[in-house]
């Protein structure tokens, strides 16, 4: 970033208000090596990369796709692994759906009152219960996951066959290495 931008940015709201995000990237990475003498500026690049395009991805997904299907992400992706590895334990529902065991649990009282899910007492534990999708839940599903899929394939073209393995090996080589560090998170 060139010292004239620099000071454009740090002069004012005029030019904080000319910033995109990669714009913004480039400031912080600046600043925070400058003013305060962080080292690991393609660190935070990646992270706040990542974060992004989860973020844009996401949204667009539930916008384009799950809201106008009565669904929020969070309905859909408890009704996505109930779907396809179902019946199961809420406990096993919320670490396939990297939600929380109340999150999982608040939700399937919603699911099951819009008749989308079905919550039983487990044959093998009568203290637990299955979550399993009803004929109701699964047709939906099987709708909604098309349009899903159309969407997510609209996204996915952009990269060639080989840059989504790529992306994919990287993204599955940061998730497996998690933990050569105290990572914090559900799963």
């Known amino acids: 970033m060139s010292d ?3 000071n454009d940015v740090s002069g004012g709201q005029s030019a904080t208000n000319d910033l995109d995000f990669w714009s ?3 400031l912080a990475n600046h600043r925070l090596a400058t003013e305060y003498g962080f080292r690991h500026q393609l660190a935070t690049e990646v992270l706040l ?26 309905a859909f992706r408890l009704l996505f692994v ?8 809420p406990k096993r529902a919320a670490v396939l759906s990297g939600m929380s065991r109340a999150a999982v649990s608040n939700l399937a009282k919603t699911l099951v ?3 989308l899910l079905d919550r039983s007492p487990d044959a093998r ?19 909604v996951f098309r349009v899903h899929n159309e969407r997510e394939h609209e996204w996915a073209t952009v990269l060639t066959d080989t840059e989504q393995r790529i992306l994919i090996m990287l993204l599955n080589k940061l998730i497996t290495n998690r933990h050569q560090f105290d990572v914090r998170g559900r799963n």
């Not at 990369?49 to 969070?74: F, K, M, Q």
């Not at 109930?82 to 334990?89: Q, Y």
């Not at 299955?130 to 839940?137: F, V």
């Open 49 to 74: 990369t990542l974060n992004r395009a989860s973020n844009i991805v996401t949204y667009d997904l539930e916008a384009a796709v799950h809201r106008p299907h009565g669904l929020s992400w969070s």
């Open 24 to 26: 913004f990237v480039e």
């Open 4 to 6: 004239e931008a620099t």
């Open 125 to 143: 534990d009568g203290r637990s219960v299955r979550l399993s999708l009803t004929e109701k839940g699964h047709a939906h599903m099987v709708s």
């Open 82 to 89: 109930t779907w396809l590895a179902g019946p199961l334990e």
């Open 113 to 115: 009152a819009e008749d």
